[in-house]
């Protein structure tokens, strides 16, 4: 892995190469601020502050907490987030989670007992619905609307 620091952070570090079968862990008790980029996954159960961005999964554990932003193609949350997730696939939110910010994602689990308090997005299915209205009748539309 490869430290470094620049104006915007006090401290970044790059994974590399690896493939995504490989593992990067912030352990408890390990605080962070600046930016984390990965080619592989990454699991967060201490304190990050900054972005969190990788091409594979990101879990985020009980005891872990970020402040910022994530962006990620799958994530698993089981401890505390505020701030912005964009996940290209599929965002679970555990029993155990709470979630203060915006979602935009593909698909959204949520487990009962997780707390999410924002804005959610989600591209595929908005852009569903918006195709499915415009091919019916209107008073089809109407007539959902009274019903929802």
Do not use: W
Not at 84 to 91: A, G, K, P, T
Request: charged share 25%; proline share 2%.
């Amino acid at each position: 892995m490869v430290f470094k620091s620049d104006k915007n952070t006090i401290g970044s570090f790059s994974g590399g190469s690896q493939s995504p079968d490989k593992l990067n862990r912030i352990v408890e008790g390990t605080n962070i601020i600046g930016d984390i980029k990965s080619e592989s996954n990454i699991r967060i159960d201490g304190y990050v502050k900054g972005t969190v961005t990788t091409k594979g999964r990101l879990v985020l554990g009980t005891t872990g907490k970020i402040e910022g932003e994530i962006s990620c193609r799958n994530a698993d949350l089981e401890g505390k987030l505020n701030g912005i997730i964009q996940v290209s696939e599929l965002l679970s939110l555990k029993s155990t989670a709470i979630l203060h910010g915006e979602i935009s994602t593909n698909k959204l689990s949520i487990e009962p007992g997780a707390i999410f308090s924002g804005n959610c997005k989600m591209g595929a299915v908005l852009k569903d619905l918006s195709n499915n209205e415009e091919s019916l009748p209107k008073k089809e539309l109407i007539s959902k609307e009274k019903t929802a």
